[in-house]
């Protein structure tokens, strides 16, 4: 758990999230190649991709032949506030910061918390635009809240509207300029040389494990790097199958993962095409026996409002990995992939539950079946139970945790062959 917390408290942004997991890959000799550049796989090989900054490809190749690829996919970005172009506003006697939402957060949480910036840079050195990672680590800003003697119906149903009640305030008018300048110093660069920015708000509190037996765990971004941290153990703790294992974290799946780096983007479809190629296989055929677990956080059961969870269907934190369903097919779980999934985490002892919306209610979606526009093949949606989805600070079960690294890592070390007819060999 401490593991844990340390990824999810240096994680303020996507690009901090697949630096982290950019380094671990590294610390265990997996090798990074370059999109622009030919690539010379072999057997035995580790390999790794970052496109943007912001998402990840890992895979090893078997030393023997494979017959298909075990993809586990996640997501690295999280609701929040994006920082916008020309970003100070000099108003009433304050410096406050220009901001727009990212992803549908719940935006109360928000409010009179200390904050501060992180995200990345691009100067120029030379012929060449750098990135430049940035992460302010002080409390810098705060969103204030209106006293109650203002908005008598504060706590009634309220709302805010993100370009009145949502800029931080960074300042008196006495700070006005400083905003980049503070940008540039934490990012070890001259202001001068910034030549564009995607920088994001994220509160300063850090994560903890609470309850009676310290059975829960509150922190920012637990949707979706709890399961991406889940996948990355998994991966790391495999073993070689006759498929391919790949690890993908994704950016934007928050806003609908339709840019380079998103899900449906080319980023999977190219990878996987360029393995085959290099090792004289169809893509075509190695997609029918292939699977992937689309791994994004679930709603359980809420301690003050049961009434919103189906009747039958209730995740609990702690309960286990919840497998999610849908008939409009926003989860893409059918019974083929429920049954293999179901069987991976009976061969580890995982416990499993299910996720369905309320009939009368629509629900989110997530990067399972957008990627599957992309490669078609057997595909679960599963998740681990949270509470305050979309909050700035969400809270999930301890032990879900580990249930997941055991899950994916049976699952990575696993092998699946199509043998037609709607029949599938499962094995290690």
């Known amino acids: 758990m401490k593991s844990l917390l340390e990824f999810l408290n240096g994680a303020h942004t996507s690009f901090q999230a697949i630096a982290q997991v950019r380094q671990v890959l590294k610390e265990n000799n997996y090798e990074e190649l370059i999109e622009g550049k030919d690539w010379n796989l072999k057997e035995g090989g580790r390999y790794f991709i970052v496109r943007n900054e912001s998402s990840v490809i890992a895979f090893r190749i078997p030393k023997n032949d494979f017959n298909g690829f075990m993809i ?23 410096v406050k910061l220009n901001v727009e939402g990212y992803g549908g957060m719940l935006m109360g949480p928000w409010l009179d918390r200390p904050l501060s910036v992180a995200g990345r840079v691009i100067v120029k050195e030379g012929d060449r635009f750098v990135t430049k990672l940035v992460d302010v680590d002080r409390d810098l800003l705060l969103i204030p809240n209106l006293a109650i003697h203002m908005d008598r119906g504060a706590n009634k149903d309220h709302s805010w509207n993100v370009q009145i009640d949502m800029l931080p305030v960074l300042g008196e008018e006495s700070a006005k300029g400083s905003f980049m300048k503070i940008v540039a110093q934490a990012a070890g660069v001259e202001e001068k040389d910034i030549i564009s920015h995607d920088l994001f708000l994220y509160i300063r509190q850090k994560g903890t494990a609470w309850g009676a037996d310290n059975e829960y765990i509150s922190a920012p971004h637990l949707d979706d790097l709890q399961c991406g941290y889940g996948d990355l153990n998994g991966f790391l703790n495999s073993t070689d199958s006759a498929s391919v294992p790949v690890l993908a974290i994704f950016d934007n799946e928050e806003v609908g993962s339709r840019t380079k780096q998103g899900a449906d983007s080319s980023f999977l479809e190219d990878t996987l095409t360029r393995i085959c190629a290099a090792f004289h296989k169809d893509l075509r055929a190695a997609a029918a026996s292939s699977f992937m677990v689309s791994a994004d956080n679930a709603h359980a059961v809420h301690p003050a409002h049961p009434e919103k969870a189906d009747p039958v269907n209730r995740p609990l934190m702690n309960k286990g990995i919840v497998i999610k ?35 009368d209610e629509r629900g989110g979606s997530t990067l399972g079946n957008i990627s599957n526009s992309h490669i078609s093949l057997n595909t679960v949606d599963i998740g681990l139970p949270q509470l305050a989805m979309h909050s700035c600070y969400e809270t999930a079960g301890v032990r879900d945790t580990e249930y997941l690294i055991k899950a994916m890592t049976e699952f990575f070390s696993s092998s699946l062959k199509d043998e037609g007819q709607g029949a599938y060999t499962l094995t290690k």
């Open 72 to 94: 586990g996919a996640s997501h690295s970005d999280s609701p929040s506030f994006k920082i916008k172009e020309n970003p100070e506003i000099v108003q009433n006697g304050y």
């Open 325 to 359: 369903y849908n008939a409009n097919q926003f989860y893409t779980t059918d019974g083929v992939s429920a049954a293999i999934f179901k069987e991976i985490c009976a061969a580890v002892n995982v416990p499993v539950q299910t996720f369905t919306n309320r009939s």
